[in-house]
């Protein structure tokens, strides 16, 4: 028996676009969840944008406000991308009692004590698998672990566009100018880098899973950051004497006074780690919780593909917990 | 508001003794689910295992069907090893409503139909997080891919005993019976060590993945087994000339044909693979959907610590879920 959710999307670029054509043509619906996703209305400048993600321009429209009041909608996802007017809309909608399923860490880490209020308000789940590590499942793990663990460290390799860069350096021995223009002549850095490069949206991640971690609330601002733009190939050859490489790390850390510090730093990381190992674009966290001790994932960080299927599992999740159903397996 | 919830732990030995210690302790309430566990009856032999695990003694007695089928309990963890009488007990539970929440791979491999059925006729949870990879988040990680992935592979290294036997072979170049003996002194061996080193218990593992991979049931005896009494020291001279190393991998891999061949048998890994990376009794595993492509988990995949930890994990999943409260992050 496939169950009903009405859904809209606010925001059909490359992720959100991958995710509306998806649920539109019906790819979306697993037999796993017995849901059926329908897609209402997707929020975006016009037809221009509904032909480029390839659907039914008939439910585009620029009015975020007028989709999200929308009676019929059941499950907001929010890909606009940028703080606001992403952040607002996504509290206008729990505070309706929708859920909301989110791939945008800006908005969420800047926001996070106003959208969980909302959320607690409407009695609606915010979901932000998506926003951290792309298809890792790290947020429903860090979850899982932090019901019955005080969880004192978690580090993590959280941007794919400076692993490349750092990777390449590493591995091919060129210098950080010509590997930036490489990811860029890829698609994986923007043309204005300075979010990646600069850290600032690792920090954003480690913040909020900073917040997760302590139970208190961590603005980006409070993440001490140093980007990769200083690292050079003298840089590397230390560290390969050393035994090692460097890998941008963004860590939220118990201190032994039980202040917690997040930092996001070019960090050495010895060979035998196995952060070392992380290649290419691939994101990684690892976990330490004081009864599992520690937990790694590695996994795609970004890319359309792993974020939308972030972003549905989100989706039916969210569903599939309103209606109340036992999470046995299905056979 | 704490709620309070009525669990009763059958088999309170190694693994058992601590799940019960710390529901008894109030150790395992923890703020981040809002719950407060009451052990109400352990099933044990009597006064002597129950002084062994540190827990009341007029909690403990024999008698299993007496324990499951008091009208007080909520949630019956089964700790208790073996295929029987664990999996009578867990149809039982289910069928009355109970949830369940095991660290029996034996007993799940081998009698999965019924014990689903049993599930889903009484509406309960069957949760078994605990039964593979220790403390890792691989069942919660597994699920959330199969909401909207069609997952093609899962590999993993699945049994400690064995990667640590398999690790100090590589490392120090000991033989197989010498790595044996070291295991087995170290607690990490039985003293009857067939059921590791023959890959039986891998295969129990592999059993249960391959089903929730395929949504088709394999009994553990579809695994084409291969164990690593055979390994010889010159089979890692082998692999290290071909630049890599040897582990026991459990497979469960969907063939061209759709049909899914399920394995456990020694490997020979790159050493550019992260499985290479695994040493002493670690466990990882990878799973390759057809969206978020390869995700890879690793840590403790044995011990009290980590075991308990998800067995208390899942405890306050299947208590949550049956409250209808939203996944909400808790600040």
Known sequence: MARSVNVAVLGIGNIGGEVARRIASGASATPSSGLELKLVAAMDRGPEQAAAAGIDPALVNPDGVGIVDRDDVDIV?????????????????LAQGKHVVTANKEALAKNLPAILAAARD????????????????LVVSLRQILTNNRVDSVRGILNGTTNYILHRME???????????????????EPDPTADVEGLDAANKIAILGTMMAGEYFHPERVDVTGISGVGLEDFADARERGGTLRLIAAAERRDDGSIALSVAPTFVPNTDLFSRVVRNFNAVEIVGDRVGPVWLHGQGAGPDPTASAILSDVAEAAIAGSGASPTMNL
């Open 122 to 137: 409407g009695d609606a789940a915010i979901m932000y698998e998506a926003s951290i590590g792309g298809g890792i499942p």
């Open 77 to 93: 996802i929010e890909t606009l991308g940028g703080a606001q007017p992403a952040a607002d809309l996504m509290i206008r909608a």
């Open 171 to 189: 591995d091919e021995g060129c210098d950080y100018a010509t590997a930036l223009q490489g990811a860029q002549e890829l698609g994986y850095a």
